[in-house]
């Protein structure tokens, strides 16, 4: 049950004050940007029975989150979003310990290099040298699962897509939460979905491209921007978005992709929610619902 003394629009409220906080200081420092976006844990609540250790893996600082009981052979390998420039494995740390939980497995939340000091594909190297790590340590590669929400959506696809690229094994699966994937901000529904996003804004969107791309990658690259990506073979993937949040059709349109191409996809568009809805985890029953759906999925395989 959802706590009865959480307003029941946390995730949207917490938008907007951000919203109106940048709007404000529209010179905000990074280091303040990344002070407010750390606050994205605040509507998650704190999942019980999970401990939390920091250790790094194939040379990646990051979390682990541990459940009680769980399978320690099974990895989530976790990015956290903030348009590859802020928030970070702690602020990240809850949502990927409830999931975790829900699965019955580990979690391990990257703390990679953030733009604009590091820019693509630092990100990316990041992901697969931790992915490296893992097996290099003995998990198995058919046993880790890329995960990750908004930008860290975007890298959840992009780790497969360059270890593919190097010939190397595969995760077994990948889960994009409101995956962020279009580097040439040209989604429609940036535009329809405008009025009911409480956070994106095309203006917000291309100063982030800005830090991440600069000006010598090309935005239809495709592992910046896996929209241009050849995912033939591409393990099995959910994708879940809010109907009412600007990259809603970020998640389509890489859904149609993939399914085009063959791969086994699985999509979930919560009506009325905002971006990374389940991040709300413990304080929405929508968010709670939309784990246990994945639980189920995962258990499938």
């Known amino acids: 049950m959802a706590a009865t003394n959480i307003p029941q629009d946390i995730l949207k409220d917490l938008y907007a004050e951000w919203d109106s906080l940048m709007a404000e200081n529209p010179a905000m420092s990074m280091r303040m940007l990344r002070s407010l976006f750390d606050e994205w844990h605040q509507p998650t609540s704190e999942p019980e029975n999970v401990t939390y250790k920091e250790d790094a893996v194939g040379g990646v600082s990051g979390i682990w989150c541990l459940p009680a009981g769980a399978d320690h052979s099974r990895v989530l390998l976790y990015t956290h979003g903030g348009g590859f420039a802020v928030s970070s494995a702690s602020s990240h740390r809850k949502l990927a310990g409830h999931v975790a939980k829900a699965l019955g497995v580990t979690a391990f939340v990257l703390d990679y290099r953030r733009a604009p000091e590091h820019p693509h594909p630092a990100q990316v190297e990041d992901g697969v040298a931790a992915f490296e790590g893992l097996v290099a ?165």
């Not at 360059?162 to 535009?191: C, H, R, Y």
Request: aromatic fraction near 6%; charge should be negative.
């Open 137 to 301: 340590s003995g998990v198995s590669p058919d046993r880790i699962t890329t995960i990750g929400d908004s930008a860290g959506g975007n890298l959840a696809i992009a780790i497969p897509l360059a270890l593919k690229e190097k010939g190397g094994p595969l995760p077994e699966s990948v889960i994009a939460f409101s995956p962020w994937l279009d580097m040439e901000n040209l989604g429609q529904t940036l535009s329809t979905n405008n009025d009911t996003d409480a956070l994106i804004t095309p203006e917000l969107l291309e100063g982030m491209i800005a830090g991440v791309l600069g000006e010598s990658v090309d935005p239809k690259t495709p592992l910046a921007n896996p929209l241009y990506a050849d995912v033939t073979g591409f393990p099995r993937i959910y994708i879940n978005a809010g109907s009412v949040e600007s990259l809603v059709d970020n998640a389509t349109r890489f859904a149609d992709q993939a399914t085009q191409a063959g791969v086994d996809v699985t999509l979930s568009i919560a009506e009325n929610q905002q971006h990374v809805f389940p991040i709300a985890a413990g304080h929405s029953d929508v968010a709670d619902e939309e784990i246990v759906r994945i639980s189920k999925w995962y258990a499938s395989a």
